[in-house]
């Protein structure tokens, strides 16, 4: 036993000294004027003049599907982190979150191990479906499958009660497909995909079985046919976003007649969730055509396609064969990346969602400075001054919708940088057992959550890890959540003017705001729940000035024949331009307050350093495979036409930049799209 641990901690350590080397921090990626093209005229293409040089000068690295200002810094954060983990991993992080993060570390990099295991870690589990009989032994096992992570057949899932936002729900939602939407299932556009899919789920099907060939073949056979069924009955992403539409509350003693062939009580009492009273079914219609689906499929059909659930959720932490397999498609075909990104890395992403607060903590006392919180703080409020000032005198919103406007924004709170106290992972993180690992977590997180059906909600709790380079609104709780990961630069820079962050950070604070009044968010009230609370002539009114974003949005060409979807990007898009807005009115205060930072700097005004900061942030360069892709599922426009679709619409812009009516920017004052 002896020889066997210093043999693994030699592996570790050789694995440790071989990626040391590459381990260099890359610079901070701020915002610079030698990112700009200024053969390019502002007033003919302005997302070329404020970032062409960069786009130019950074293609898309060969293990990345986009780069772009927002990857550069992730990217970076990354390196920050591997840095952090290799201590973790060395023994040289106190606590028991550097044991649990090295040891997680050490099994992501115990490949000796992971190759050596193949396929033993899903026997147990291969084992209970091929016993399978019938669909209530089907649904017990099912439950212990979402209780790891292991997707199939539908998505379930505690969460706030949209109508009682105080107390946590159990819900049901449509899901069970192995491709990134419905899309790919029923559009022509995605015929090469389908059978690019079809061709992996057989080979990886083979290499499980060890019998590749012709009874692989059928099996992903069964597979496609079973999941374009759940794809037909599924909600498109723009369906999706109807909050009411997805709110359909039913006593669990009501379920067996509305869905007969589907024994979902046997599967609440085998997740834990057996005491609720209550289950909320996101889509019926779905549910009504996956009990339809039961009854015609025979359990038979229903082994390979758990099967492959269970392999495609697991084949990353596993051996190489099946996990490069795995990278082939999904990376390679799906969003036309040719190299994996490193182990480290891939290890890193998985620590981060697996035990992401323990990591978390050693993060922030490493690279979270307080002064960062404290100026994060006065923007946030500086920006806050500004929508509630905004709300008070639209011109458009009649005083009854006004007034619980203001009411809702008053019960607005913001969290910054990292939680007061971060989360316990009570349970064993090995050095030698990565997807045991995985699945350990991902059911401790299961039971933590159903433990908490019909308590009331912890408001304390965070979304993102503080190392998320992100931030997020919840409608649920009325809140916006900045992590320590995103105030960095480009985003926030405590060493740039005013301008520059006004047109970053600052926008971004914005955008987050806004959410809360976009056309989803604005359907929450003060206290989170789903409640309409405007008078139908103002509701009409918001949507005809957001139409116009809509059909703004909906014009924009990326790909040949491939447009952006005004309409599921539309909370983004109206997010985008209120956080502008709001953002170049802030800044005007702040330079009313002290004058002494009214001048140009690198021969540019402050309102034009504002404009070109922003467009800054979304400089992108796309691989065309992952472009199509997001475009199908993503609800963000692609980050060129987040740099310009705002400004556009904001007079403020034309102003800065003399931009008049004939140039290619130029859009017409009754064109404008003018919200909040």
């Not at 396929?119 to 291969?126: R, W």
């Not at 015609?296 to 659930?309: E, F, G, I, M, N």
């Not at 105030?487 to 914005?510: K, M, S, T």
């Amino acid at each position: 036993m002896q020889r066997a641990l210093l043999a693994s901690l030699s592996l570790v350590a050789s694995v440790l000294c071989a990626t040391a080397a590459d381990s260099t921090v890359p610079r901070v990626p701020r915002f610079s004027v030698e990112h700009m093209d200024r053969t390019v005229q502002p007033s003919a293409d302005f997302y070329r003049f404020a970032a062409g040089n960069w786009v130019k000068a950074n293609p898309v690295p060969s293990d990345k599907a986009r780069w772009s200002g927002f990857d550069e810094l992730q990217d970076r954060n990354w390196k920050l982190i591997r840095v952090l983990l290799e201590e973790a991993a060395a023994g040289k992080a106190s606590g028991k979150e550097g044991s649990q993060v090295g040891a997680f570390f050490k099994s992501a990099l115990a490949t000796n191990k992971i190759e050596a295991l193949k396929f033993k870690p899903l026997a147990e589990d291969l084992a209970k479906i091929d016993a399978l009989k019938d669909a209530t032994g089907l649904f017990r096992l099912l439950a212990g499958l979402h209780e790891r992570d292991i997707p199939g057949m539908f998505g379930s899932g505690v969460l706030p009660d949209a109508r009682n936002s105080s107390i946590y729900e159990f819900k049901l939602v449509q899901g069970g497909l192995g491709l990134p939407d419905r899309d790919y299932y029923l559009a022509e556009g995605f015929a090469k995909q389908r059978e690019g899919y079809r061709a992996h789920v057989a080979k990886m099907l083979g290499l499980l079985s060890g019998k590749p060939g012709p009874d692989a073949a059928t099996a992903a056979d069964v597979v496609l046919e079973i999941e374009t069924s759940l794809a037909r009955a599924s909600r498109s992403r723009v369906e999706l976003r109807d909050p009411n539409a997805n709110y359909n509350k039913f006593p669990v003693a009501n379920l067996g007649a509305l869905f007969p062939r589907l024994p979902l009580k046997a599967y609440l009492d085998a997740t834990g969730a057996g005491r609720a009273t209550e289950l909320n079914v996101g889509q019926t219609n779905f549910f009504a055509a996956l009990d339809g689906l039961l009854g015609s499929r025979p359990v038979s059909d229903w082994k390979p396609y758990l099967r492959w659930h269970l392999l495609r959720s697991s084949a990353a932490y596993m051996h190489r064969e099946v996990d490069e397999a795995n990278f082939d498609f999904y990376g390679t075909l799906l969003s036309g990346q040719p190299q994996m990104e490193p182990r480290w890395q891939r290890a890193a992403k998985v620590i981060d969602g697996a035990i992401g607060e323990a990591l978390g903590k050693l993060y922030v006392q490493r690279h979270f400075p307080e002064a960062a919180r404290a100026r994060m703080a006065a923007l946030v409020g500086d920006l806050k001054v500004v929508f509630r000032a905004r709300l008070g005198r639209l011109d458009w919103m009649s005083d009854d919708t006004r007034a619980k406007a203001l009411a809702k924004f008053d019960k607005f709170t913001q969290k910054i940088g990292h939680p007061d106290r971060f989360r316990d992972y009570p349970f064993a993180v090995k050095s030698d057992d990565y997807l045991g690992n995985v699945r350990r977590a991902a059911s401790h997180e299961w039971r933590r959550q159903v433990d908490r059906i019909g308590k009331v909600v912890d408001r304390s709790e965070w979304r993102m890890t503080p190392q998320t380079v992100n931030a997020y609104f919840s409608p649920l709780q009325n809140e916006i959540v900045f992590p320590a990961g995103i105030l960095q630069p480009p985003f926030f820079d405590l060493e740039a003017d005013d301008a520059i962050n006004y047109g970053a950070i600052g926008v971004v604070i914005g955008h987050e705001i806004t959410h809360g009044y976009d056309d989803q968010g604005r359907k929450f009230d003060a206290d989170g729940n789903l409640k309409d609370w405007w008078t139908e002539d103002d509701a009409r009114e918001f949507m005809t000035r957001a139409q116009k974003l809509v059909d703004q949005y909906g014009s924009y060409e990326p790909l040949p024949g491939r447009r952006v979807n005004g309409s599921l990007t539309l909370g983004e898009n109206i997010a985008d331009l209120g956080g502008t807005s709001i953002a170049f009115e802030a800044l005007q205060r702040a330079l009313a307050r002290d004058p002494s930072k009214r001048k140009d700097i690198d021969g540019f005004t402050p309102e034009q350093r504002f404009f070109l900061s922003l467009s800054q942030l979304w400089r992108t360069n796309f691989r065309e495979a992952e472009l199509l892709r997001r475009l199908t599922v993503d609800p963000h426009s692609p980050g060129m036409y987040r740099a310009v679709g705002p400004h556009v619409n904001l007079d403020e812009f034309y102003k800065a930049w003399d931009i008049r009516e004939g140039s290619p920017m130029y859009k017409a004052p009754a064109d404008r799209a003018r919200i909040w």
